[in-house]
């Protein structure tokens, strides 16, 4: 079992930075594939990025390839999501989720574990 909480979220203006945190519970942090998701109002859940367990190999949405980066810190069971060069279509609740697995990462039923969600909101 693997409980997951995230922070970091805000108001922020377009071209801002924010950087998201999610920590989770558990001894056996190291061995999960860990991914962040958003979901904009009246829109489906959709992929960001995502790291894997065992050699923290990246994947990234098209749409923040180049400004988003995720990372992670197994030493305090934590990945991060820095945002750079925000955009107002960025706007969306931001979802951390963790996997046993380390394959189908831009899939959201791949993950077992899901957070509660942070707000990232971008204003002109």
């Known amino acids: 079992q693997v409980q997951l909480v995230e922070s970091g979220g805000g108001l922020v203006q377009a071209g801002d930075s924010l950087r998201l945190s999610c920590a989770a519970s558990?001894?056996?942090?190291?061995?999960?594939?860990m991914g962040w998701f958003r979901q904009a109002p009246g829109k489906e859940r959709e992929f960001v990025a995502a790291?894997?367990?065992?050699?923290?190999?990246?994947y990234y949405a098209d749409s923040v390839k180049g400004r988003f980066t995720i990372s992670r810190d197994n030493a305090k069971n934590t990945v991060y999501l820095q945002m750079n060069s925000l955009k107002l279509e960025d706007t969306a609740v931001y979802y951390c989720?963790?996997?046993?697995?380390?394959?189908?990462?831009?899939?959201?039923?791949?993950?077992?574990?899901w957070g509660q969600g942070t707000q990232v909101t971008v204003s002109s």
């Open positions: 558990g001894r056996t942090f190291s061995s999960y594939a």
């Open positions: 790291i894997i367990n065992i050699g923290g190999s990246t």
């Open positions: 989720a963790a996997s046993p697995r380390d394959r189908r990462m831009r899939i959201a039923s791949a993950y077992d574990y």
